[in-house]
Nanobody
Framework: VQLQASGGGLVQAGGSLRLSCTAS????????MGWFRQAPGKEREFVGV????????ILADSVEGRFTISNDYAKNTMYLQLDSLKPEDTAVYYC????????????????WGQGTLVTVSS
């Protein structure tokens, strides 16, 4: 499966963005669909996931209450709504697909989008 992430940009602290991840085919019943981010000089970290089949979402503690994951299955697209952004949210955001049972680490994922840069100014 091929993934295309988009929607990044420059925003002031407290602002919002919506990222999109469009897949080349249906993923709901086959893959956990995850979001990760990587800030300069840091490791790639788990942001959240939309679990396969159920579509239930799990978010990392650092973004819980500020970020939301949703899906438009007709468009093969997953969204990451970023609200109340902070400068520490600045990173390249990636979407990825996992056919594994696990979904919290980058190693669980086989397919990656190209990343989209989110920059939050203070």
């Amino acid at each position: 499966v091929q993934l295309q992430a988009s929607g990044g940009g420059l925003v002031q602290a407290g602002g919002s963005l919506r990222l999109s991840c469009t897949a080349s085919r249906r993923t709901r019943n086959q893959y956990h669909m995850g979001w990760f981010r990587q800030a300069p000089g840091k490791e790639r970290e788990f942001v959240g996931v939309s679990r396969r089949n159920s579509g239930t979402t799990i978010l990392a503690d650092s973004v819980e209450g500020r970020f939301t994951i949703s899906n438009d299955y007709a468009k093969n697209t997953m969204y990451l709504q970023l609200d109340s952004l902070k400068p520490e949210d600045t990173a390249v955001y990636y979407c990825a697909a996992s056919s594994s049972v696990q979904f919290r680490t980058p190693g669980d994922y086989s397919y990656w989008g190209q990343g989209t840069l989110v920059t939050v100014s203070s």
